[in-house]
Structures are given as C-alpha cells and as structure tokens.
C-alpha cells in the first residue's frame, strides 16, 4: 500500500523558512511533487522533481525562494521555503505516480503553512 506522509508544515512570520519533507512508502518513483491549495482556491502546482533530481521545475510564483530536492535512499523529496510571504498560506500536498506534468495518482493527506504579516 502507498503512502506519502507529509510534515514540517507550521505557523511562521512573513521572512522566514520551513523545510517540508515528504516519505513515500510502498514504492518508489521516479518522479515526486509539492501543490498547495490556500483557502477557497484552486490546487496549484509548486514543484517536481526527476528520480536523479537532475530535472527540476518550479512554479513561477515561488522561483528564487523555493528549492526541492529528494533522498533516494530515504524515499524522500523535501521543499525547502525561504522568504516567506502571507500569500504562501496554504495546504501544502506531496504527490507521486506521475501521470501528466499536473496529473498524480498518489497523495499526501497535506501539512499547512500559515505566514502571517
């Protein structure tokens, strides 16, 4: 059975850091995911990451402040969040199974964040 447990989420101030981290069980993947969805938005896609972590994208709207990376030997992908801005609040979600760039069959139960200003 699959599972991804995401954690790290929290409260902070508008500037600061968290580091979200994500382990998968069951299996592993080639390729791993951060969306978040803030409260009455849309799902948004934040980051993906390649098995070998040589092929990474970043969604626009955090580029420069958010870094993902992966631990291959822990089953793992974390997304590093620097500078944080109050329009970051949101449920943070790790995704696995890629079916298209958006589309994930695998899904964490979510971590929130909230930057408050």
């Known amino acids: 059975q699959v599972q991804l447990v995401e954690s790290g989420g929290g409260l902070v101030q508008a500037g600061d850091s968290l580091r979200l981290s994500c382990v998968a069980s069951?299996?592993?993947?080639?390729?791993m995911g951060w969306f978040r969805q803030a409260p009455g938005k849309e799902r948004e896609f934040v980051a993906r990451i390649n098995w070998s972590g040589s092929s990474k994208y970043i969604a626009d709207s955090v580029k420069g402040r958010f870094t993902i990376s992966r631990d291959n030997a822990k089953n793992a992908v974390y997304l590093q969040m620097n500078s944080l801005k109050p329009e970051d609040t949101a449920v943070y979600y790790c995704?696995?199974?890629?079916?298209?760039?958006?589309?994930?069959?695998?899904w964490g139960q979510g971590t929130p964040v909230t930057v408050s200003s």
């Open positions: 069951g299996r592993t993947f080639s390729t």
């Open positions: 995704a696995a199974g890629s079916i298209s760039a958006l589309e994930y069959r695998y």
